[in-house]
């Protein structure tokens, strides 16, 4: 019997172990990657000085590891890729949730939620073959396809999926008394949907804005496929460009010594700028489960 | 009830998406039939003039998409070389590709891009230009006409082929078993007549070599097939650059070094060298593009960020 007891609370303690190395483990990656961002990045910084590194030359055959003009790029893209991303993904969004027959709404839904599981190799594949062409073609005034709005355009559709079914989300927590009795009030369905049930669902999303900015910043592989990948300053929307993600894969797989210590170091500018992201939106969340409740404690 | 709507919705979308992809593709796969005909057309007529009569379908007006590589390709690092921008970085607006197939796609695909590959990965989708009028092919490679080329070359002493372990490996650089190798990697094999290599059991030991990058990945692949014909002999291959070739060579650190430039005895006075291949770079256009040929000059200035007013963007500064 004792015997028995003691095998249970043996097991009992090994597998608590097993799962709290299973929980420790994810903040030991993460702890990894912190260290060797910033033991590899902070020092080459310090070694090639701020005013080089935050310059806009980068030239490796005479050390010139300037990544502003990749920093201004990337907020470019990301910026114009939301900018379009929200409008189409709100209004989606709105026609969701009152405005078309209830019966197509899961299969849209269904169908939008399918975008966000299409491999990002095949966006920029998609931007590469399609979108880069036409633009040379029909669009550009210079006859170059590759540049922010490629890249913008493609990543305004990845964005899509998140600021739907986000912003949809967030659209359905508000209680529906709202939204009847603003009818009772006498505004049209238009009215109350735009002018009480949106501002109440404001927090979800700007949380949706804030998420689709970050997997448009990180976003690295369709980017590179439609970016051009010159590191030059931005001067419009038909030029090759590099951002931040690209600079770092187009030469992860080729570039030795300082060249590769300068990658991790634009790795770190990227991190911080995600770390914001993040801390950003769990601020915004904060707030939208917090007017949850208030919603929910009102109800009752 | 609803399910089943539903359900049959998404069929009813999907075909519909499926329809418009299909309807797309084969609207493009026509068109791009179409101009393989005419491009057919033009390569035709190229054989007597330098420019095709209907080059008035290509519109010279537009800018040259200029195609590049990432930075630390080698192809990269060796055509700047070779056109004289040692050094320098990638001219404006030039769009990168991260591989040989990026370049050859986009080049397939948009008319007004011109790039340069090694010559043993252009496949027929691209046309290739001559360079200062001479034909970018394996023979001129050999015999030294073709301007973008390089040898790429070991450098030792003499003494080192003394040991049995390092004459096995000059040999076998020499052999039919190597050559093989280089040609399946797209550089130029340069010895005719290669014989196979014979396989000396009795052989161990190990052999250092270093030198140029250019050279390193190839020299890798070999010494690789080497060691499984000689299992009991080690060869290592580090990088470092040409210089460190000539350098640990001289000095005897290393028994091969790797350089990917013409010898020169200055650099090793006790050295001697022996070209394991050569490598070929050929610039290449968009089948459409009527031009055939183009001079080192005007590829310097394509190419050359601080080209200033001798800059070439437009098509019809090459085509006339």
């Known amino acids: ?24 483990f994810s903040i030991f990656a993460l702890g990894c990657i912190c260290v060797f961002l910033f033991a590899n990045g902070v020092p080459f910084i310090g070694k090639i000085g701020l ?127 709202y939204y009847e009795g603003a009818l009772a009030l006498g505004t049209t369905k238009a009215q109350s949907v735009f002018m009480v049930m949106l501002p109440a669902a404001k927090n979800g999303i700007f949380a949706a804005i804030v998420l689709s900015i970050g997997r448009a910043i990180g976003e690295t592989m369709a980017v590179i496929m439609v970016i051009g990948g010159s590191p030059l300053m931005p001067k419009g929307f038909f030029q090759s460009v590099r951002t931040l993600t690209a600079n770092i894969a187009m030469g992860a797989t080729e570039l030795r010594g300082d060249a590769a210590t300068a990658l991790v170091a634009t790795g770190l500018v990227l991190f911080f700028f995600t770390l914001l992201l993040n801390i950003s939106f769990t601020l915004l969340k904060g707030g939208f489960s917090f007017e949850r409740k208030r919603a929910q404690k009102t109800n009752a | 009830m609803k399910k089943i709507l539903a359900v049959v919705s ?23 039939s179409s101009s393989s005909q005419s491009s057919t057309v033009t390569s035709s007529n190229n054989s007597s003039t330098p420019l095709s009569p209907n080059a008035s379908a290509f519109d010279t007006t537009k800018n040259i998409s200029i195609l590049a590589r990432e930075d630390g390709s080698g192809t990269k690092t060796a055509f700047m070389e070779l056109i004289g921008l040692k050094g320098k970085a990638d001219p404006e607006n030039v769009i990168i590709q991260t591989g040989t197939a990026g370049i050859l796609t986009e080049v397939k695909g948009n008319p007004n891009a011109i790039a340069y590959e090694s010559l043993g990965y252009v496949t027929n989708d691209v046309k290739m230009l001559k360079v200062d009028g001479v034909e970018a092919t394996v023979a001129n490679i050999k015999n030294g006409t073709y301007k973008i080329s390089r040898p790429l070359s070991i450098v030792y002493k003499e003494a080192t082929l003394n040991n049995d372990i390092n004459k096995a490996y000059y040999v076998f650089l020499q052999s039919s078993d190597a050559q093989t190798i280089i040609s399946g990697e797209g550089y130029v094999s340069i010895a005719d007549n290669a014989l196979a290599y014979k396989i000396n059991g009795s052989l161990q030991g190990s052999i250092d070599i270093s030198g140029s990058t250019s050279l390193q990945p190839l020299m890798t692949e070999l010494a690789a097939a080497f060691e499984k014909l000689q299992p009991n002999i080690d060869v290592t291959v580090s990088g470092g650059g040409s210089g460190t070739g000539y350098k640990n060579a001289d000095e005897g650190v290393s028994e091969f070094g790797m350089i990917s ?51 070439i963007t437009k098509w019809n500064a090459l085509i006339k």
């Open chain 2, 261 to 311: 430039e013409e010898f020169s005895l200055e650099k090793a006075p006790s050295c001697t060298d022996y070209v394991v291949c050569k490598d070929g770079i050929a610039v290449i256009i968009n089948k459409n593009n009527p031009l055939d040929s183009i001079l080192v000059s005007d590829l310097k200035n394509i190419y050359d960020i601080e080209a200033g007013s001798s800059a």
């Open chain 1, 51 to 177: 005013g080089n590194f935050f310059s806009t030359t980068w030239n490796l055959n005479n050390e010139s590891y300037g990544i502003l003009s990749m920093i201004v790029a990337s907020l470019y893209v990301t910026a114009l890729a939301t900018t379009i991303g929200v409008a189409i993904g709100l209004c989606t969004a709105i026609s969701l949730y009152k405005f078309c027959p209830k019966k197509i709404v899961p299969p849209i839904r269904q169908m939008i939620n399918l975008l966000s599981g299409i491999p990002s190799v095949l966006y920029g594949l998609f931007g590469m073959v399609i979108i880069v062409p036409f633009l040379r073609d029909s669009v550009s005034p210079n006859g170059i396809g590759y540049g922010i709005l490629a890249a913008s355009l493609v990543l305004s559709i990845m964005v899509l999926p998140t600021i739907v079914s986000v912003s949809l989300d967030s659209l359905n927590a508000v209680p529906k008394n």
């Open chain 1, 1 to 24: 019997m004792n015997k028995t007891f003691r095998f249970i609370k043996a097991r009992d303690n090994i597998m608590r172990g097993i799962f709290l190395f299973c929980a420790v």
């Open chain 2, 10 to 32: 998404m069929l009813v979308a999907f075909i519909l998406i499926l329809t418009a992809c299909y309807g797309n593709s084969s609207q493009s796969s026509s068109t791009s």
